[in-house]
């Protein structure tokens, strides 16, 4: 009996999972970084290797396809109104769900007093920062036995080296001006753009730049340029189906690798799963299913005549098992292309301009654990946030979601943005460090399957 390839991807998976639970109590941690973990890493490279010139020419491809210049101003507004649209209702989710469920409540009073105070501390020596209610701990007697822990646990949270490399990444924008998001998206130079993983707008600039000017110039000159591009597009979509052959074995590498890395870095800890991290990550996933399995499909339900919800989730569900395992919907964009061409029947036009663009600038899933994130950690530290401030929440991570890197545990820098706008401590990430990489996959997940359904949608109205 043949295997589908998504079952043989998500066999891969569980194994890897086997694996390195498995291998945590035999003693194979190192044989399984050393040896296994590399063929992960081989084949997000290879991933990566693919997606980026296949941007370059889907884009120009699609463009190219349209004929018509005035088809390209309709598609754009309409396709990033809906990957707006997703945003904000995305983020609006997570902000109800964690105001719900307050998965940040309820911690025991000598917690709840210790962390109060670490935030307090914490306002009184940054510049510029107030705090966010009228509480006042440092001014009570009676919490002054808990001032020397709180000032043990600010001084560790300062020490944590990767928490302070990522903040002082994201901050390094704190001072840029409301333009620069433009600035960014034109290239100097392409070749350097294409080179960097971090440039996919620049990439997607060129490509549309490109394929305008295509469509301008005399049709005779114009078509050998646009048969070579439709060449190497194809090449591409190749190197995909070759590359994907082999994805259950690299699929089990990098589950396998992956999760025995990190039980290693967090050795101490294992077995040790903290209640209040449980609740987090349940408020998260909640969140995250809501989109998946009612946002998604009921938009696909009133917009799309010709396809019902199963054969969409069906479609992609490939690409969702991709996206779970490599956490990067850049890399799961060729995967992505693919179904929603040959699954779900998006005019290749329609994909190969609207999939990339949301592969950099839709991040339902992230934007919705953002939202929940920033809200929990507050919570956790016993601050009361007032709507105008969740407000604020809703606007900067919809803008840090735009142009956010399209790759794993981005989330954590547009969270640094995020906290840091609201005026709350960007070191606090490191709290949600050991939980981070599961939910990175999960929320990739929805990343992809919004753009699906952005894709699907917009390739019905084009009809």
């Known amino acids: 009996m043949k295997i589908a390839q998504h079952w043989k991807i998500l066999i891969g998976l569980l194994l890897g999972v086997v694996w390195a639970f498995v291998g945590l109590q035999v003693g194979w941690q190192k044989f399984t ?3 296994i973990l590399p063929f992960g890493t081989i084949f997000i490279n290879l991933l990566k290797l693919i997606a980026i010139p296949l941007v370059l020419f889907s884009i120009i491809k699609g463009i190219s396809d349209l004929q018509d210049i005035g088809k390209l101003g309709k598609l754009g507004i309409r396709t990033l109104a809906l990957y707006i649209i997703s945003t904000v209702l995305a983020i609006t989710i ?44 440092l001014g009570n007697d009676k919490y002054s036995a808990y001032l020397d822990d709180a000032q043990k646990d600010l001084e560790n949270l300062s020490n944590n080296e990767t928490a ?26 392409i070749f350097l753009a294409l080179s960097s993983n971090g440039l996919m707008l620049q990439i997607i600039f060129f490509a549309l730049f490109f394929g305008v000017v295509l469509l301008l110039i005399d049709k005779e000159k114009a078509e050998p340029v646009a048969k070579l591009v439709d ?18 074995f690299f699929v089990f590498a990098l589950m396998a690798g992956m999760l025995t890395k990190m039980a290693e870095d967090n050795l101490n800890n294992l077995g040790e799963i903290l ?21 998604y499909p009921t938009a696909i339900t009133l917009l799309v005549r010709k396809l019902n919800v199963f054969s969409f989730l069906k479609g992609i569900r ?47 899933g992230t934007s919705l654990y953002i939202a929940v994130a920033v809200v929990f950690l507050a919570q956790f530290h016993s601050i009361d946030l007032s709507l105008v401030q969740q407000l ?40 949600i460090f050991p939980v981070d990489r599961i939910l990175d996959m999960c929320r990739t997940v929805v990343n992809v399957t919004g753009d699906a359904a952005v894709a699907t949608i917009v390739g019905q109205i084009d009809e």
């Open 318 to 364: 490939k690409a969702q098992t991709l996206a779970f395992s490599t956490s990067s919907s850049a890399a799961t964009l060729p995967v992505t292309m693919q179904c929603v061409n040959e699954q779900l029947g998006v005019p290749k036009k329609i994909s190969s301009f609207v999939l990339p663009i949301g592969a950099t600038v839709n991040m339902d």
């Open 94 to 137: 997570g902000l109800a769900m964690v105001n719900i469920w307050k998965p940040g409540a309820g911690l025991s009073e000598e917690l709840a007093i210790k962390n109060r105070l670490s935030y307090e501390l914490w306002v009184s020596q940054t510049e510029g920062v107030e705090i966010k209610d009228n509480k006042n701990y």
């Open 231 to 248: 060449g190497l597009n194809d090449v591409f979509l190749k190197m995909v189906d070759i590359v994907m052959m082999a994805a259950p």
């Open 164 to 189: 302070k490399a990522k903040t002082e990444n994201a901050l390094k924008r704190k001072d840029e001006g409301p333009l620069q998001i433009l600035i960014d998206m034109v290239p100097s130079n």
């Open 33 to 35: 970084i050393n040896w």
């Open 275 to 295: 209640y209040y991290l449980i609740r987090y990550s349940a408020t998260v996933v909640g969140g995250l299913a809501i989109m998946v399995v009612l946002v």
């Open 392 to 431: 604020t929440i809703v606007l900067t991570a919809t803008l840090a979601s735009i142009g956010a890197s399209a790759v794993p545990s981005a989330g954590l820098i547009m969270m640094i943005m995020v906290l840091q706008s609201v005026g709350l401590n960007p070191l606090w990430i490191s709290i």
